[in-house]
């Protein structure tokens, strides 16, 4: 008799150490960061200028030409789930009022502002954050 009574909790028992056991299920999630879709480049938000709230980052001016982005170089940015689209240009007048520009600062790195405006304002970054560099493509 005590044999019968004790054969369904061993089931039980057995079927619940096999469960618990098991390998995690696989994600199926289709969230990713953005550097997993495209083939993007990582540049840090090193500080923010105070006065118009330009974009300085540790992306060097050698960097950008490895992936193709020189001077007169269209590109897109991409922080959060915002596109910049932005001209690598010599100065402010290469770009009309109120565009993206992207200029090599003194200590040649890349700097993205916005030609009488603030750009880390309009897309709400700060030092520390990262923007993602994607590099032209061959039909562009």
Same mark, same amino acid.
């Given at each position: 008799?005590?044999?019968? !009574?004790?054969?369904?909790?061993?089931? @039980?028992?057995?079927? !619940?150490? !096999? @469960?618990? +056991?098991?390998?995690?299920?696989?994600?199926?999630?289709?969230?990713? *960061?953005?550097?997993?879709? *495209?083939?993007? @480049?990582?540049?840090?938000? @090193?500080?923010?200028? $105070?006065?118009?709230?330009?974009?300085?980052?540790?992306?060097?001016?050698?960097?950008?030409?490895?992936?193709?982005?020189?001077?007169?170089?269209?590109?897109?940015?991409?922080?959060?789930?915002?596109?910049?689209?932005?001209?690598?240009?010599?100065?402010?007048?290469?770009?009309?009022?109120?565009?993206?520009?992207?200029?090599? $600062? $003194?200590?040649?790195?890349?700097?993205?502002?916005?030609?009488?405006?603030?750009?880390?304002?309009?897309?709400? +970054?700060?030092?520390?954050?990262?923007?993602?560099?994607?590099?032209? !493509?061959?039909?562009?």
């Amino acid at each position: 008799m005590l044999q019968k !009574t004790t054969a369904p909790w061993l089931i @039980v028992l057995l079927l !619940t150490l !096999t @469960v618990s +056991c098991s390998p995690p299920a696989q994600s199926t999630s289709t969230n990713h *960061h953005p550097a997993e879709k *495209h083939p993007l @480049v990582p540049a840090l938000v @090193v500080s923010i200028s $105070e006065e118009y709230a330009n974009i300085n980052t540790d992306m060097s001016e050698k960097k950008l030409a490895s992936i193709g982005i020189e001077a007169g170089s269209r590109f897109t940015a991409h922080f959060e789930d915002q596109k910049i689209k932005a001209l690598l240009g010599k100065d402010y007048s290469d770009v009309s009022r109120g565009d993206w520009i992207a200029l090599i $600062e $003194e200590d040649g790195t890349l700097q993205l502002a916005i030609s009488f405006g603030n750009a880390a304002t309009k897309i709400g +970054c700060a030092a520390g954050d990262t923007l993602y560099i994607e590099p032209p !493509t061959a039909s562009k």
